[in-house]
């Protein structure tokens, strides 16, 4: 059974733009936890502009389940996760402009460079992801490296979703190179999971692939609790995915 992880990286977007001190991301991932969150997603970008190094301390004392790290390759940041000790790090490509992560990260043009700090952070005791395009190619390049898992990119799964529908060619293509990408990560023993631009409408048939560990969902479930309260946006979520 799938798992749900709740990236709460836009609780701390609306306190930035006020530079207030709330709405508290601890009251957040405590309320996400209540919900039946497995897990907790931050992603502590280089410019800071949602979540701050204080909140990764805080989560780590307050968190009674998973928390999951999602970074650059950045000496930086590494040095602040060996000091936190997430139970999870994600490495995920990163551009200062962008308004959230667009793609996967190339493993294999890179793989010297993300060995290195995959086991760096692996001596600390820490579980190394990385975010990666629906490619077999990039899943045995994260392989090779012998980092812990993946976490496959579904923007592409997510936009031709939503633009041409469950039955369109885009979306089919690309719902068998998740599939193809998910076999590939289960046959080399990685842990399979997923993420971005998931929400109530695409998750269903995403969670029919075999194999999957956790789905890591932020937006959605954020924009969706202002109105029916987070607690709710995340018990509805997880009901969607750990149905038959």
Known sequence: MAKLGVNIDHIATIRQARKEDFPS?????????????????????????????????????????????????????????????PDFVCIVPEKRQELTTEGGLDVK?????????????????IIVSMFID???????????IKVDAIELHTGKYAKFFKENGADSTKFKEEMEKISEASRKAVEKRLILNAGHGLDYDNIERICNVPGMNEFNIGFSIIAESIFTGLETAVINMKKLIVKD
Do not use: F, P, W
């Open 25 to 85: 991301v601890t009251k957040a991932a405590a309320v996400c936890e209540k919900g039946g969150a497995d897990s907790i997603t931050v992603h502590l970008r280089e410019d800071r502009r949602h979540i701050q190094d204080e909140d990764i301390y805080a989560l780590r004392k307050s968190l009674k389940i998973k928390l999951n790290l999602e970074m650059a390759v950045s000496e930086e940041i590494v040095k602040i996760a060996l000091d936190v000790k």
């Open 109 to 125: 043009a890179h793989k010297s460079k993300l060995a290195n700090i995959a086991a760096r952070l692996q001596k600390a005791g």
């Open 134 to 144: 629906a490619d077999t190619e990039q899943v045995l390049a994260c392989s090779e």
